[in-house]
C-alpha cells in the first residue's frame, strides 16, 4: 500500500465524516441492520454516530463487562464506542482510535450530544496508539484492520496494549479468492474495504505471529451487496444523491465525482460476494 492510497483512505472517509450521514436515513440504517445492529441500538446513540460503513456488529460478539476499557480501532463517528460504553459503565472506559481528524471532531461532538462520560477519542494511526501497554481490557474494530497500511504493526501494537488475557474481537472483510489485478490497484478498491483485505488464512496467520492465541475467524454469510443495493455511504464516501432524494444537507459534492463514479462503476461489475466475505475474528493475548 502506497502513500497516496493510505491519502486516499484518511481523504475518503474525511469527506464521509461531512456529509452528514446518520441512522435516519434509510440507506445507512439498512446498512447497519443488515450487519447484526438492532433498531433499538441505533436509536439509543446519536445518530450521526452511523454512517453506514459497518460490515459486522463487534460489540456483539467482544462480552464487555463492567469497569473493562475497550479500544476500538478505526472508531469513525464512535458508533461501537458509544454501543460499548454502556456495557462497561461508569467504572469502565471506551476509547476511539482514528486517524482522520473529521471523523475525530465528529464522534466527539457526538460524545458531547450524548452526555457520555466514559469515552475518549484519540487523532492517532493504529500502529501507534496513545495507549499504555497492557492497559487494555478487550480491542474491537469494524472494517478496518483491512486498511491497515502494515498490518504486522497494527496487530503488534493491538497486542501491546492489551492485558495478559485480553481479547480481540473484530468485525472485517477478508479474501475467499485473489483479487484480479485491475480491481486490487483501484483506489477505490482499497478505500471501499475490498483491496487491502487479506484471505481468512493469511489473517490467521498474522495473529498467530503476533502472539495471540485461540484464533478464531469464520464467514457471517452477510451479503456485502447490501453497500450497493442500500444506495449509501458504504466505505467509499457518498455522492449527494445517494441516499435519496433531499436526505443529503449538502448543496454541493463533498466528494470528488471521478472517486465515486469509480465505486460505482466497481460495485456495478464486480460481485464482491464472489471474492470477500464479512468475517468476525476472535484471539486472546495469553496469560
Known amino acids: 500500500m502506497t502513500e497516496s492510497i493510505t491519502d486516499a483512505v484518511r481523504e475518503g472517509y474525511g469527506n464521509v465524516a461531512r456529509q452528514g450521514l446518520g441512522s435516519r436515513q434509510e440507506g445507512v440504517r439498512s ?11 441505533l436509536g439509543s446513540i446519536p445518530d450521526e454516530a452511523n454512517m453506514g460503513l459497518s460490515c459486522g456488529n463487534p460489540v456483539a460478539m467482544a462480552s464487555l463487562r463492567e469497569g473493562e476499557t475497550v479500544v476500538d480501532l478505526g472508531a469513525g463517528g464512535g458508533l461501537d464506542v458509544f454501543l460499548a460504553s454502556r456495557q462497561v459503565g461508569p467504572a469502565g472506559r471506551a476509547i476511539g482510535i482514528d486517524m482522520t481528524g473529521d471523523m475525530v471532531s465528529l464522534a466527539r461532538a457526538n460524545a ?55 481479547r480481540l474481537a473484530v468485525s472485517d472483510i477478508a479474501l475467499k479468492q485473489p483479487l484480479p489485478v485491475e480491481i486490487e490497484k483501484e483506489v477505490a478498491a482499497w478505500t471501499g474495504c475490498i483491496g487491502g483485505a487479506l484471505t481468512i488464512e493469511d489473517n490467521r496467520n498474522k495473529l498467530v505471529n503476533a502472539g495471540f492465541a485461540q484464533v478464531d475467524i469464520h464467514d457471517s454469510q452477510a451479503d456485502l451487496n447490501v453497500y450497493k443495493e442500500a444506495g449509501a455511504a458504504a466505505c467509499c464516501g457518498p455522492a449527494p444523491s445517494c441516499c435519496g432524494p433531499g436526505d ?36 486472546l493475548k495469553p496469560e
Open 112 to 166: 458531547k450530544k450524548g452526555n457520555y462520560d466514559n469515552v475518549r477519542f484519540y487523532l492517532a494511526e493504529i500502529e501507534a496508539m496513545p495507549i499504555p501497554s497492557a492497559s487494555v481490557d478487550c480491542v474491537i474494530s469494524n472494517c478496518v484492520l483491512n486498511l491497515c497500511e502494515d498490518k504486522d504493526a497494527a496487530l503488534a501494537e493491538v497486542f501491546r496494549i492489551l492485558k495478559p488475557g485480553g
Open 248 to 283: 443529503s444537507a449538502q448543496e454541493e459534492p463533498a466528494v470528488d465525482p471521478k472517486f465515486h463514479d469509480e465505486m460505482s462503476k466497481l460495485l456495478d461489475t464486480f460481485d464482491v460476494n464472489e471474492y470477500a466475505a464479512s468475517v468476525k475474528m476472535f484471539a
Open 31 to 41: 446498512i447497519a441492520n443488515a450487519f447484526g445492529y438492532s433498531d433499538e441500538e
